[in-house]
């Protein structure tokens, strides 16, 4: 059996487990909501707040992450096409998803969150692109829940720093249960790189 038609088969084996998960939700009627469940403790407590306070921009990104449709590739097979679980989604969106989740952690570590609307003066902002958001999988039965985006730090409206993050978790399953619980720890792990590196950039300051 040659490669192309191996690939071909497994992608084909995959989507009818899929189709098949979608079918049974179906008949039990409605769809499956998935969102990042409690906040819990955060996996590396930070000494001290990384600063006092920050506004937050809600995160932005392709029009792919502005519904709540969740995102799953097969990159074995074909990792250009963005596919969608049938009867799986998102409780929100993922860029307000991940938002409130940056900005719960930042509250959790102790800094003081603000929106765009507060009246402040000299607080830093934190803007957020995300590239990535999706179930990727690059086997049949071995995927990740994989989050890439970019973070930016003004001082009023002079950038003062910039960087991206990446954050792949294996899932536990191959499916939309299966990957919500990886987006939901690489989200987590990205929150906590976030706060790590605006502690490194306020010591700069």
């Known amino acids: 059996m040659n ?121 830093p902002i934190l803007r957020i692109e995300i590239d990535d958001f999706s179930h990727a999988f690059s086997s049949t039965s071995a995927s990740e829940g994989q989050v890439m985006l970019r973070a930016s730090l003004f001082n009023g409206h002079a950038l003062q720093d910039q960087k991206t993050f990446t954050r792949a978790t294996p899932a536990p399953s191959a499916d939309a249960a299966g990957g919500a619980r990886a987006l939901t720890a690489s989200t987590d792990a990205v929150a906590a790189d976030i706060i790590a590196w605006l502690a490194s950039a306020n010591r700069k300051r």
């Open 3 to 123: 490669t192309t038609l191996h690939r071909f088969l497994g992608a084909a084996v995959l989507a009818l487990a899929v189709a098949g998960c979608a079918s049974n939700k179906a008949k039990e009627g409605g769809n499956t909501q998935f969102d990042f469940g409690p906040l819990g403790a955060p996996g590396t407590p930070a000494a001290q707040a990384p600063l006092a306070a920050i506004i937050v921009m809600d995160a932005t990104g392709s029009p792919t992450f502005e519904n709540e449709r969740m995102v799953y590739r097969l990159n074995y097979n074909d990792p250009l096409q963005a596919r969608t679980y049938a009867n799986s989604r998102w409780s929100a969106n993922p860029l307000l998803l991940l938002t409130q989740r940056v900005k719960s952690r930042l509250a959790q570590a102790g800094v003081k969150v603000l929106s765009a609307t507060d009246s402040s003066n000299n607080i």
